[in-house]
C-alpha cells in the first residue's frame, strides 16, 4: 500500500485498536457504531485500508480526542512532549 502524504495507514490503525481497547469496545461493537462492517474496521486497524473522513470524525466523537490524534499521532505525541509546565508561585509584596 501505497503511504499517502503524512499519513500513515499502519500507525493510524494501532492508535484505533489502542484507543478502541482502552475505551474497552469490542470490534463488533464499534464497526456497528461507524456503520460498516467489522472486516472492514480490522482491515483499518491493521494499516490494510484507510477509513473514510466520516467515520474518522466518528471516531473523534467516540475516542474524544482531536482529529490530529488519530490521523497524526507521532506529531500528536511530539507536540505533547514540546508542552512545558511552571509552577505558579504567589509572591508577598
Do not use: W
Amino acid at each position: 500500500m501505497k503511504k499517502t502524504e503524512g499519513m500513515d495507514p499502519l500507525r493510524i490503525g494501532e492508535t484505533i485498536k489502542i484507543k478502541r481497547i482502552q475505551k474497552r469496545i469490542t470490534q463488533t461493537d464499534l464497526a456497528k457504531k461507524l456503520e460498516i462492517s467489522q472486516t472492514h474496521l480490522s482491515n483499518a486497524e491493521n494499516g490494510r485500508v484507510m477509513l473514510s473522513l466520516k467515520a474518522l470524525l466518528k471516531l473523534r466523537d467516540i475516542f474524544e480526542c482531536t482529529l490530529d490524534e488519530l490521523v497524526d499521532p507521532d506529531r500528536f505525541e511530539k507536540k505533547k512532549e514540546r508542552v512545558k509546565r511552571y509552577k505558579l508561585v504567589r509572591c508577598s509584596e
